[in-house]
């Protein structure tokens, strides 16, 4: 008879216990509530939790240490966009976009060259990054009606197009811009290539979107007219960049739903404070039976989202195949935070109106995660294809 000693175990481990603490004492002290419904209302990036981020070193989590970084994997970067989120979710964001869109990318795609000047630089906190991708016609379906193009000019390329949704293009240092070099490449997902644009370079224009949510971390429209890139700013190879990037693809999913799960977190925590707090007829809001379905279907909810999350960061750590986890980690937590908010809202009644709770916020930031960086439809679009139905787009 086999054994049936099961060695299935949902402990992150002592390190990474350690690594959960040492973060979340530095956004408690660094991100008081004050101060981020302040950065919220102008809509101006916390550039100093930034800067204490790259003096504690958490910016070179996804970077290998030849390169001036921890060499820490998905779980640890998981752990941190997390414990963000649970404070901002315009820092946990920018964070992700500069690791996911920066460092993984480089690591990836990148030149030795290039990972020799930019990743150091990266994890010192000297360097911000962003993407560019979806273009005013077309998000998921950008590969079928990407109209930005770069053609070769010599030791440069000349881009010409337009972008939307660039986010901290008016911090990056570097955009990651996707282009079209071959209109006649046989595939769609051919004939792309991915460049690093300085956004200060001539020809670059940023228009700057005003939006509901993650107000704090800024969105812009992106004009490229005649922008000379040179050519050892190609990430990746030349016609094939959109192939080079796709292992990106899974740490941007792992990353958002980690996004999510934080936001969840930081709606229930809110709404069973004061579900606990609040007076009415006579007794405790949470003693009402109606008021604790709803946490505890939250507090379900977070539950779900957390396992899916880690098992698909796990899994990646591995270097397993998590295309079909991270896509469903995404979806539920996305779902999680939407729903933990919204229930957030109902419970606090009329003060969830009122921008001195941060309900609102949690609310208006999350609401984000059900299109971005991919729709809910077609997370499920791709996971039925994976089940072996037939492809439906």
Known sequence: MPSLQCDLNFELGEQKELLRQEIRRLVDRECPRDYIREMD?????????????AEAGYLGIPIDPQYGGVGGDILDMVIVVEEMAKKSASIALTFMMSSCFGAKALAFAGSERQKQELLPRLARGQLMFAISVTEPDGGTDVLNVMKTTARADGDSFILNGAKMWTTCAHLADYMVVYARTNPHAAKKTEGITVFLVDPKT??????????????????FAVFYNDVRVPRDNILGRLDYGFYDLLPMLNNERI???????GLAQAAFADALEYAQQRQAFGKPLGQFQAIQHELARTATDIELAK???YKAAWLQSLGRDCGIEANMAKLVAANAACQAADRGMQILGGYCYSMEFDMQRYWRDARLYRIAPITDEMVLNFIGEKLGLPRSF
């Open 41 to 53: 209302e102008k809509e101006e990036f916390p550039r100093r939790v930034w800067e204490k981020l």
């Open 202 to 219: 001539p020809g670059v224009e940023i228009r700057k979107i005003n939006k509901l949510g993650i107000r704090a971390t800024s969105s």
């Open 255 to 261: 990353l958002v739903a980690a996004i999510c799960l």
């Open 307 to 309: 396992l899916i999350t």
